[in-house]
Each structure stands twice: as C-alpha cells, then as structure tokens.
C-alpha cells in the first residue's frame, strides 16, 4: 500500500516522521499492532498531532487501509468528534492527574467502543501523571480488554516509574535534522532567509519553535532588551540585583521566555570561553557574545548558568518573582 503523502502531510496530518509513523500505521493493517505506547520527543516535534493519527488509523472501520480518511469514524477523528478516541488531561481546576483521574479511566475502560473495533486513550502529558496515579493506572493493565489502545505523550521517560514503562511500547521521536529543519524554514518561511542560520541554531531541530519564533511579533525586541540586561545579570553590584528584578517584574508574563534567552546566550559564554565558537545558538550576536565572554570571570558565567537552570525549575514550582530575581543576582 502506498502512504498518503503530499509533501506536508499525511493522511491530512502534519507529522514528520513519515517512516516511523508508516511502520505503526502497518502494524495496524497487519494486525500486529500493541495495546499501549509511549510517544517520547520533545515538545514541539508534533507527537500529539502523530497520536491523532495512529488513533484514526487505529479505530478506521476499513483496518486494511486504514486510515481511509472517508468513513464515519475517520471524519470524527480529524474533527476530533470520534467518541472512541479520548483525550486524557488534568481537570479544568487542576494541573496534574492524579489517581482519582486514572480510576475514572478505568471505569471508563471496562465500557466498550460505541463504533469501532478499538477505544484509543491519549493521554497528552505523561509527566503530569502523579506517582499514586501511576500506580492505579497499572491495576488497568492487569487485564485490559483487547479494545483498550493506551497512547501517552512525553517529554522525559525519567518521570514514570519503570513498573509503567515496561508496560508500555516505546516509541521515540527524534528531534529533525539540520537538512530536514531548513527545509521545512525555507519552504514554509521563504521570507526568512536572513534569520535563517540564528532559527537553525535556535530552533534546534523543532518545527513549531520555529512557528512560535517567526509568528511571535514581539520575540527579537524581547530578545533583544533581555540580552541588554545580561552584563547587569552577571554584575555582583547590589543595585544591577534591583535592576533585574524591576526588569523581570515588568516582563513577567515573559518571564520563561527572558530566561530562555539568557540561559542560551550564557551557555555560548561558556562555549566561547571554552573556544567552542562554532557551537553557538545565538549566531546573530557574536558581537555583545564576544564583549560579554571577555569582559566576565569565567566562574561568575558557569555560576550564572548553574543558576539559570534552577531558576526554570523554581519558576515552574511558582517561586515569586521578586524573591527569584534577587537569588539569580546576588551572588557571594
């Protein structure tokens, strides 16, 4: 059989992993294909928009040819109407799922599929399944029925515990390579020549960084007055410490975004102190790169980078802001 592909998409799906997803979508038609799987790539790599489409090809009234793209259940799916592909994610009031969550799904589980031979389960992020809802969510393996297909999304395998990995298929999705990436730029964003070589380096093999970079209006002027506060960000001067603070406090509906951009531009510090030049992300910037590593004790920019990192994980903790800033700056 051969594949639906135009070049962009496949079966009306954007994926891009073409081969991988070929080999899934034939374990369907040959019958051979698993109860449970874990999609594991970064975010960005388009693992749920892949998930939708072994889900349809997985519930598709035609298995042979699957997905046939015209049935009923087919159309459903794409318009994500399909009753036998349910999509697991934190209650409107939460943000994890926890194990009431998963005995729910289990409840759900016993019921049969109202059209198709399978019931598909996509959970969306395995990382925010808390361990006890790990746990319970094993009790629904202990004998699943034949029609329960369990996919689950991922970032990081560390987060699960091995009792559920070993349960599940492992399926990785690489980041795109630097050919593939430009070409997805170029044909996309034609108009993008000149920032190509920074989105390359940036973007690192992610096709929607690139769609979030090039569609966000405000992203270079960002960029470009977090970096104006680096030498600030590096000072020991209690008053830069103010500084950063007050500049954070103004930007905090970017503040993930802020730290990114450091965090990039202080990692090619290190690399240029450590004559890596060709290994830099922020190749548009080798100037103020160039006057930052010279100018900065090479131990304040590998503390700075140390920091930046905790800095990601105490933000996503919901550390306040003022109290943030002040740790990130004032160093002994």
Not at 11 to 37: C, D, P, Q, R, T
Not at 73 to 84: F, G, L, V, W, Y
């Amino acid at each position: 059989m051969i594949l639906f592909w135009d070049g962009k998409f496949m079966y009306g799906y954007e994926v891009f992993h073409e081969e991988l997803m070929k080999n899934l979508i034939e374990s369907v038609h040959g019958g051979k294909s698993s109860h449970a799987y874990i999609f594991e790539g970064e975010k960005g790599l388009g693992t749920l928009e892949a998930a939708r489409l072994f889900a349809a090809a997985l519930t598709c009234s035609n298995t042979s040819i699957s997905p046939c793209g015209t049935c009923q259940t087919c159309i459903e799916s794409k318009a994500d109407t399909n009753p036998d592909i349910i999509y697991v994610r934190p209650q409107k009031d939460k943000k994890s799922i926890g194990a009431d969550d998963m005995r729910a799904l289990s409840d759900d589980v016993a019921i049969k599929p109202f059209n198709s031979e399978r019931k598909v389960y996509i959970i969306e992020d395995g990382a925010l399944l808390t361990e006890p809802a790990q746990n319970t969510f094993l009790k629904t393996f202990e004998e699943p029925p034949e029609y329960a297909v369990f996919i689950m999304l991922i970032e990081n395998l560390s987060t699960l515990l091995d009792t559920v990995l070993s349960r599940f298929t492992l399926v990785h999705f690489p980041v795109l390579s630097e050919e593939r990436i430009k070409k997805y730029i170029t044909e996309k964003y034609p108009e993008e020549k000149e920032r190509l070589p920074f989105l390359l380096k940036y973007c690192s093999g992610i096709p929607e960084t690139v769609d979030a970079v090039i569609n966000d209006s405000e992203f270079e002027s960002l960029r470009d007055i977090s970096l104006e506060k680096i030498f600030a960000l590096a000072s020991r001067d209690k008053r830069d410490a103010f500084v950063i603070q007050k500049f954070l406090e103004e930007k905090k509906e970017n503040i993930n975004q802020i730290l990114d951009f450091w965090l990039s531009f202080v990692r090619d510090a290190v690399l240029i102190q450590l004559n890596a030049r060709d290994k830099i992300m922020n190749v548009d910037k080798k100037d103020i790169l160039k006057d930052f590593s010279s100018k900065t004790n090479p131990e304040i920019v590998l503390m700075l980078y140390d920091r930046l990192v905790t800095a990601q994980k105490m933000i996503k903790r919901y550390v306040n802001i003022k109290g943030l800033s002040l740790w990130l700056s004032l160093k002994k």
